[in-house]
């Protein structure tokens, strides 16, 4: 599937540019004969002695730093050490990021389930309660009783 020609084409990574350039050279490299690497580095102002000897020094250094301790945290997926510690500091900062969130929207309701039902409000016990007013000083006026009325039955009288 290709690119529409009135779209532009989507940005390719710089490590993705790395990526398939390495892979390119391993698979070159492991296809050349030791002679044609030879000449390669001779051709770049190297010697080959001297590469090799580099490269057994290098290869012993990893074998005593592995040996020596545990080898440094590294991302499978990326290869970088300390990824794993990226991943997981992203994650808490997304994870805060949801909290602030819920709690510029829910708030009040976050803070009142967490706090629990409140205190029912209770009269002042210290504070002295004045008599309550008589009934006799307030100005209304009596209610009425209804009028009594008899029922006759709904079929009329016997």
Known sequence: MSTPPDKPAPPVRWETIERVARDAEKERLAGASADAIDDELRAAGLDPAAADRAFERAVADVAKRQGAGAPAETSKATGREGS?????????????????????????????????????????????VPPSVPASSVDAAPTPAPPE???EPRNGPK
Do not use: M, N
């Not at 997304?94 to 708030?107: D, P």
């Not at 009142?112 to 016990?125: H, K, S, V």
């Open 84 to 128: 794993g510690r990226r991943t997981w500091v992203a994650l808490l900062a997304a994870a805060a990021l949801v909290l602030l969130a819920l709690f510029a929207w829910r708030g009040r309701e976050i803070v009142a389930w967490l706090e629990g039902a409140p205190e029912p409000i209770e009269p002042d016990r210290w504070k002295e």
């Open 149 to 151: 009325t008899t029922r």
